[in-house]
């Protein structure tokens, strides 16, 4: 028998803010544990919390980008439940009036992993979104060999929950769904959402049934994800031992389970709640908020998203969809890109010096697109150097490591280097003229249909030159004085 997956993400996103939800602690990541701390995100009795409306804002700016509706009125309310990460016994968050509703999260070819590429069962599918709602972090709980600790700087931190529709069909669409929104939240500056610092974590879940069922099956989630390889990994795994119960007859509970990456497996936690044990009602200090207020500034934020940006640099620069995918696959590659390729005569060209050298040598000098040693314009001099026929490139990519290696603009290189390639073509017939008289066998050998020939004769050219002619004139004129 065949068994259906059906799998639906929650997706928390730390919000890039200065200070917290509530109060003026700052956020950030790496501080000294519990010195970002104060009476209202320690939940002292008394204090009381006051919003922080760029989280509003970005949280609405998120649900622009990912097509939700944003109503005009939202509420914040109490979710309650004792744990040792969360300091006042509750949490702040929405309910039933979230500040974003409905939406949807547009699985791009390029966002699966490389090895599904070339089979995606549904291309151009879009994730609906449930909702996404704003709340406040918890602490984070630290467990050593004989004792725990709790660090408080992270509770209070502004929190999205991104809800997904359960309509992803596999770890693979589950995938290319986190690697989308974590493109379009990076795109939108609303979080770095590095998902190794904790800015961006996922829960999972994930339930089988046997085809032809149209109820789902028991929903089991897998808990605070932070990698997307790990969340393919465990839905693989968690799929494969959910069917296996299922076929042996077992009954599946609703339950919590954490991922074992060393093990390679998901281990139960606990039994799952339901909404009504958390005891949801709305915060009594916390005034409803009319959204209306800051949305016409939140419209003058929405960027270009990396959809966009993918079909207007093959519009605009005619670069394959691919070579578009990976430029716009990273905001500040896509920046550098797009102001070498402006002022660039060949914009492919630009797109290859990227794709190929740029991102080898950030690579290989494990360092990031901000760390780039010469601005895109030296990018653009180098194509247009190259374009111009002042030097091969070949000899571009010899220029283009001496930039990354000094910062040296192009022009300088090929000056210091006498680089510059012979393109007079009154000085190059004469060479080309040279050249055929002293290569008698190659000259025949061409006359008689062997055109490969014709390499050898240019290859004297070269010598004669220093290796400065132009190689494609002097193609040309030798093409002209063979005929």
């Known amino acids: 028998m065949r068994y259906i997956t059906t799998i639906g993400l929650e997706v928390h996103v730390q919000l890039k803010t200065r200070s917290k939800m509530f109060c003026g602690c700052a956020t950030g990541f790496g501080a000294e544990p519990n010195t970002n701390v104060c009476p209202v995100c320690l939940g002292y009795p008394g204090a009381l919390p006051v919003m922080n409306e760029e989280a509003l804002k970005k949280t609405a700016l998120t649900g622009l980008m990912l097509g939700c509706t944003v109503p005009d009125l939202c509420k914040f309310d109490r979710k309650n439940y004792f744990y040792p990460d969360m300091p006042k016994n509750y949490q702040i968050t929405q309910f039933d009036q979230p500040i974003c509703v409905g939406g949807g999260v547009p699985l791009h070819e390029f966002a699966y992993p490389k090895d599904a590429q070339k089979s995606i069962a549904a291309p151009g599918k879009v994730v609906n979104l449930t909702r996404i709602h704003l709340e406040e972090d918890v602490a984070k709980s630290q467990h ?87 969340v393919r990994r465990a839905l693989a795994y968690e799929i494969e031992r959910q069917t296996e119960a299922v076929m042996r007859g077992e009954k599946l509970r609703q339950s919590t389970r954490g991922w074992d990456d060393d093990a390679g497996q998901t281990r139960h936690q606990r039994d799952k709640e339901d909404a009504h044990d958390y005891r949801y009602f709305p915060d009594p200090d916390l005034l409803p908020v009319d959204t209306r207020v800051f949305m016409d500034e939140v419209r003058s934020r929405r960027p270009e998203l990396p959809s966009e940006k993918r079909d207007r640099f093959v519009a605009q620069y005619g670069i394959t969809a691919y070579d578009a995918s990976v430029l716009a696959s990273e905001k500040g590659l896509a920046e550098f890109y797009d102001a070498a390729a402006k002022g660039a005569k060949d914009a492919k060209t630009a797109a290859n ?55 040296k603009a192009p022009a300088l290189i090929v000056e210091e280097k006498g680089m510059k390639q012979e393109s007079d073509a009154g000085a190059l017939e004469v060479l080309c003229k040279q050249a055929i008289e002293g290569s008698a066998k190659a000259v025949a050998e061409y006359k008689a249909g062997k055109l490969g020939a014709i390499n050898a004769i240019k290859g004297q050219v070269m010598k004669l030159s220093g290796g400065k002619a132009n190689p494609a004139i002097v193609n040309d004129l030798l093409q002209k004085l063979l005929s």
């Open 144 to 230: 050593f060999d004989t004792n725990s600790g709790i660090d408080f700087n992270r509770a209070g931190t502004p929190l999205m929950e991104i809800v997904s529709e359960p309509e992803i069909d596999s770890p693979e669409e589950a995938a290319a769904y986190l690697t989308s929104l974590q493109q379009i939240l990076i795109y939108g500056g609303v979080s770095d959402a590095d998902m190794e610092k904790g800015q961006l974590r996922c829960d999972c879940n994930v339930s089988v049934r046997p085809e032809g069922q149209k109820e789902l099956g028991t929903k089991i989630e897998i808990k605070n994800m932070n990698s997307i390889s790990a």
């Open 353 to 407: 010096l990227v794709i190929n050298d740029l991102l080898s040598a950030l690579s290989a000098a494990e360092k990031s697109i901000a760390e780039v040693p010469f601005p895109a314009g030296h990018l653009s001099d180098l194509v247009n150097i190259i374009h111009g026929g002042s030097i091969s490139s070949k000899q571009g990519k010899e220029v283009f490591a001496e930039m990354f290696a000094t910062g």
